[in-house]
């Protein structure tokens, strides 16, 4: 799922007969944390306030997502406002106001440029700051418990209910943007009580709705194949395949999950290799509903079946907790940890 987020092709810039910059070549994939490194004065600020439209360069290119920034001149119009919602830069030296902490200094354009209420702000850069500091990575948004807890449905006949699902949903997409990351689409499917006459509909005409937002953001929505027992519809792959195809959309894709392809499909080993190219996250859950190694199935014979494939995307487990959290994890990568080293 990682792409290139920013694109700096052979920058130069100079002040006056000074080639401060010559031909500068940079590419960050989203979510990666880079540091320019180098000697005061070799052209590390310069860089940053380029691509943040403060300078104007004299030859190059960057593109950041959809925003394009040519050589010539300073960014106004449709494409500065665009760049600012995508760009901040904290000045060196003094530059921060001394009556704040580092980070009230870092949410002032958010909260006061952008409207975003100013604890979302806080939250959300904690929350980054803290993944940092643990090297971890988010690469999904699962939305089962606020589905749940708010009642959400994207197949629900109450129409209110609905858009209001819809616009929830928009939210989480925005926000997994932020981070590289995907949104799960599994009981936002709905209940499965909200299986009256229409609710296929109702589900397509949704994802095709969230399928623009996530063709604008290039964020992935990823529709779970979940068991009949707890979802209106969209219960093997190939009928959750069924519903994301209609998207059309290079980010909407199905995710396959071992505890409810166990109730689900009939032959797991062609479940998977006929919907390869439909998913690129596979979860890993015990047929307790627990994580791997508490219930029967084999998840040996699951790895073969992906090997099988070729497939190379992403593996996460889940499941309810038996004992605690970290001594399920712990006996989990115990008994997965053997099946996934690659010699």
């Given amino acids: 799922m990682s792409e290139t987020v920013l ?13 401060v910059l010559r031909g500068v070549d940079l590419r960050a994939q989203r979510g990666a944390l880079v540091a320019l490194m180098g000697l005061s004065g070799g052209g590390k600020t310069t860089v940053l306030r380029a691509v943040a439209g403060l300078d104007a360069f004299d030859a190059g290119a960057i593109q950041l997502e959809e925003v394009r920034l040519e050589a010539g001149r300073i960014p106004s119009g449709t494409i500065a406002k665009a760049l600012r919602r995508k760009v ?9 106001f001394e009556h704040m902490s580092a980070l009230q200094n870092v949410w002032l354009a958010p909260v006061h440029v952008q ?3 100013r604890a979302a702000a806080a939250e959300r850069r904690r929350l980054k700051a803290t993944l940092a500091e643990f090297g971890l990575v988010l690469s999904m948004f699962a939305s089962g418990l606020t589905a749940k807890t708010y009642q959400l449905s994207l197949a629900t006949e109450d129409d209110a209910r609905r858009r209001k699902s819809v616009a929830r949903t928009v939210r989480f997409l925005e ?3 932020e981070f590289g990351a995907g949104v799960i689409a599994g009981y936002l499917k709905g209940a499965p009580q909200d299986n009256g006459p229409g609710a296929r509909d109702r589900l397509v005409a949704s994802v095709v709705e969230l399928a623009a937002v996530a063709d604008r953001l290039k964020t ?8 009949r027992y707890e979802s209106p519809v969209g219960h093997s792959l190939a009928d959750t395949w069924d519903i994301a195809r209609r998207a059309n959309s290079p980010f909407v894709w199905i995710l396959p999950d071992t505890f409810h392809m166990n109730i689900e499909e009939v032959n797991m080993r062609q479940a998977i290799g006929d919907h390869r190219a439909c998913f690129g996250s596979f979860h890993l ?13 084999d998840f040996g014979a699951i790895i073969v079946m992906l090997d099988e494939v070729g497939y190379q995307g992403k593996l996460a487990i889940e499941g309810n907790v038996r004992t605690s959290f970290a001594a399920d994890v712990e006996l989990a990568m115990q008994r997965l940890g053997p099946l996934l080293v690659r010699k």
């Fill in 88 to 96: 901040g830069l904290v000045f060196q030296l003094h530059h921060l």
């Fill in 220 to 227: 992935p929505l990823l529709i779970e194949a979940v068991n």
């Fill in 115 to 117: 409207g975003e209420a």
């Fill in 285 to 297: 859950s015990d047929n307790t509903r627990h994580f791997p190694g508490f219930g029967a199935l």
């Fill in 175 to 177: 926000f997994a943007h």
């Fill in 7 to 19: 694109d700096i092709g052979g920058l130069l810039l100079r002040r006056g007969s000074r080639e």
